[in-house]
């Protein structure tokens, strides 16, 4: 694993490298959770561009690859080559953890992986491969053009997660810490959640579940250590857990690593009524072999 894409698992997981773990004071009147709470991802008018403004824009800025920037015919797109280079995730594949099968053995089967250690949200899936250019595109919308590449990388989830989103009642980001949402200002998982409900027309609830404190970096760490370590570490505020009863709830986020993340959110999430969980994300790790 390059150090380059290691870094990407750390921060995918949101474990500021050598945090300390602190728990968040509990009171309900503090000033700070309110600000999260209140975020405003995105403004829903720079998702809303008029047509004229669109136009006008193309002749100033001719479209160009939304992962490898080479000229190409539509706008907040990706070009043929990127398009065929990128790995999207598509049946055989697991039917809970959503990794695909090498053999295609028929529908319905689970990997391994699911029986030996079932995860605890129903079913996950992915547009594609956190590799590559799937790789690349999780990377520009964590550093570079986010709310219309949010759009574009929204589209695709929706198409990759229609089966899930047939069933869901609740769209759900994965949320940061706020001191993490501080220092990076921006959580890529509620852009796209905030994206994926307004294509869907789905209600979405960004507050309705927090992150309660920080996580020690999960690098260097055993399985069972990385679930202990997650252990508590989000939790449904009273207020919203109303929102979250007897729901079946789309939990989005951009990258899914080891499921350990989402496992823990899930866990939290059952704990406070929901009927079910499910989990869909733009890339997810595959581990070959
Ligand atoms: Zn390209």
Known sequence: MTGQRQADLVDEERFPEGAPAIQEDSSAASPARKIIFSFPALKPARLALGAGLKRALALIYPPVCVACRAATGDAQALCAHCWGEIGFIERPYCERLGTPFAVDLGRGLLSPAAIADPPVFARARAVCRFDGVGRELVHRLKYGDRAELA????????????????????????????????????????????????????????????????????????????????????????????????RRILLIDDVLTTGATVNAAARALLKAGARQVEVLTFARVVTDG
């Open 151 to 246: 759009v574009t990388l929204g589209r695709m989830m929706v198409q990759a997660g229609h089966e899930l989103i047939a069933e869901a009642d609740l769209i759900l980001p994965v949320p940061l810490h706020r001191t993490r949402l501080w220092s990076r200002r921006f959580n890529q998982a509620a852009l796209l959640a905030q994206v994926v409900a307004r294509l869907t027309g789905l209600p979405h609830a960004p507050a309705a579940l927090a992150r309660r404190k920080r996580t020690r970096q999960q690098v260097g760490l055993t399985r069972a250590q990385r679930a202990d370590n997650l252990q508590g570490a989000f939790r449904v505020p009273d207020g919203t857990r109303p929102q979250i009863e007897g």
